[in-house]
């Protein structure tokens, strides 16, 4: 398999839990980004990894999100004590590059789709 | 803040017609990107615009850039049931810096195409 790699898909937690997801990206690619999807706010940005530079966290809606990338390859996004707002589909991707004037597409994991009782 | 809007947000259209789906963005940037999502499934890359003017085609899809006007539209010509989707557009920011190529989504159109 070449693609992006979540796991788990599906996810069932009770409200206050914390949930890891996974993220292993394409084997080449230095840019992995974490994105969320719901139904209220649609499709949005929430880390980038570029390399072993700083990640850019700005898209992270509170500090009980948090995310990691080990070796510059799998990454692991950790919410804690979720609310159930946090319910959404959590999607994985990667890019051979990650800088501005980049001309790849982001390639896209088939997501973990969360769901907090 | 970089907004990113589309229309219509859902289109249901006979097979064999034409139509149009707009996406425009609030704010300069020069690459936009085109995505396809099917029910239940993750988002695959349709087109790269990477400059003022770009036009790509692929199949019955064809996509193109006007970076002045900030609007990216993207044309189906006689359109099929397996065009059945919903489609995004993507905008990167416009930075001078080496900040990240995160996308900001528009809300998506859901096509539905009918026999």
């Known amino acids: 398999g070449a693609g992006v790699s979540q796991s788990p898909s599906n996810k069932v937690t009770e409200k206050g839990k914390d949930v890891e997801l996974r993220c292993d990206p394409i084997s080449g690619h230095t840019a992995l980004y974490w994105y969320r999807q719901s139904l209220g706010q649609g499709l949005e940005f929430l880390i980038y990894?570029?390399?072993?530079?700083?990640?850019?966290k700005s898209g992270l809606p509170s500090d009980r999100f948090s995310a990691e990338r080990t070796g510059g390859s799998v990454s692991t996004l950790t919410i804690q004590r979720t609310q159930q707002e946090d319910s959404a589909v959590y999607l994985c991707a990667s890019s051979l590059r990650g800088t501005t004037k980049s001309n790849q597409p982001q390639h896209f994991g088939d997501g973990t789709r969360l769901s907090i009782l | 803040e970089l907004k990113v809007e589309q229309n219509p947000l859902f289109l249901s259209m006979q097979e064999g017609k034409n139509y149009t789906i707009y996406c425009n963005y609030s704010?300069?940037?020069?690459?936009l990107y085109w995505y396809r999502q099917d029910p239940g499934k993750s988002l695959e890359s349709l087109f790269v615009l990477l400059s003022n003017g770009a036009v790509k085609q692929e199949g019955r899809l064809m996509a193109s850039l006007d970076t002045k006007a900030r609007l990216s539209t993207l044309h189906i010509t006689a359109a099929v049931h397996d065009l059945s989707a919903t489609y995004f557009c993507a905008v990167p920011p416009f930075f001078y810096n080496n900040a990240g190529n995160m996308l900001t989504f528009g809300g998506g159109t859901r096509l539905m195409v009918k026999p």
């Open positions: 990894f570029q390399g072993n530079s700083a990640p850019d």
């Open positions: 704010t300069t940037s020069d690459r």
